[in-house]
């Protein structure tokens, strides 16, 4: 079973770009979706973009600023976010699921493994 760690959060300005990582172990990503997802203070969890055997998606709030990335070699995902507004400010999950065990990787119900996550902070 595949653990995941991510790291990378931390307090930066509006407007400033930050890249978070989330490595496995256990297992790698070959036979898992992956996706990054977020959860605000008070809000649900949401789900930001998601790389599986069907590709890349991201959701609306992801487009434009936020680019997930996977490096193989070190079974590691990249979320790099750009021009971070105040309203980011949430902890950064990435979480799993076993290929083929779920209809929309980008919703966080359907996931199976996620780590503690990561906080980012913006401050305006």
């Known amino acids: 079973e595949v653990q995941l760690v991510e790291s990378g959060g931390k307090l930066v300005q509006a407007g400033e770009s930050l890249s978070l990582s989330c490595v496995a172990s256990?297992?790698?990503?070959?036979?898992?979706?992956v996706g990054w997802f977020r959860q605000a203070p008070g809000k649900g969890r949401q789900g930001l973009a998601c790389l599986s055997t069907s590709g890349l998606d991201y959701s609306d709030s992801a487009k434009g600023r936020f680019t997930m990335a996977i490096d193989n070699a070190s079974d590691t995902v990249f979320l790099h976010m750009s021009s971070l507004k105040p309203e980011d400010t949430a902890v950064y999950y990435c979480?799993?699921?076993?290929?083929?065990?779920?209809?929309?990787?980008?919703?966080?119900?359907?996931?199976?493994?996620w780590g503690k996550g990561t906080l980012v902070t913006v401050s305006s």
């Open positions: 256990g297992d790698n990503f070959d036979d898992y979706a």
């Open positions: 979480e799993t699921v076993i290929e083929g065990d779920y209809s929309d990787c980008l919703e966080s119900s359907e996931m199976e493994t």
